[in-house]
């Protein structure tokens, strides 16, 4: 994906200190022609990353080593960022300033997780292209 004023590709921060859940989405960013930038598996990382990089969109882990990822959240949602959360916990795990904020529910799909990255770097999602143009896949 590349932005919309036609420069490089989507830079997207990936925070996550699973090794297998990284590559996961690290996969899937590829496929999507996005910049990965990381991914951070520490909260001193992840901040750093968060600070000093030119960022797209960001995928969140939300306990990492450290500690949990909410100074990144807050850093990234003063910088205009748009972010998820990934993580196995509800709403309810979440800080009020973050009840609502996009989630990608661990265990995720390849489909769950490739529309949210589409989501968060504002595209359209191939499934939803196919529903609006022939109705919705019947199995």
């Known amino acids: 994906m590349t932005t919309e ?44 990353l968060a600070r000093d990089e030119k960022l797209d969109a960001a995928l969140l882990d939300v306990t990492i080593r450290g500690g949990n990822v909410f100074p990144v959240a807050e850093l990234l949602m003063k910088r205009g960022v748009p972010f998820a959360f990934s993580s196995g916990y509800g709403d309810w795990a979440l800080p009020e300033a973050f009840k609502g904020q996009r989630r990608l529910t661990k265990p995720f799909t390849g489909v769950e997780l490739e529309d949210m990255i589409r989501s968060l770097c504002d595209r359209p999602s191939r499934h939803s292209l196919v529903e609006r143009s022939v109705g919705p896949v019947r199995p």
């Open 5 to 48: 004023k036609g420069g490089g590709k989507q830079r997207v921060l990936v925070v996550e200190d699973e090794m297998l859940i990284s590559m996961t989405i690290e996969d899937a960013l590829t496929d999507l022609d996005c910049e990965i930038v990381g991914p951070a598996s520490t909260l001193d990382a992840a901040m750093k």
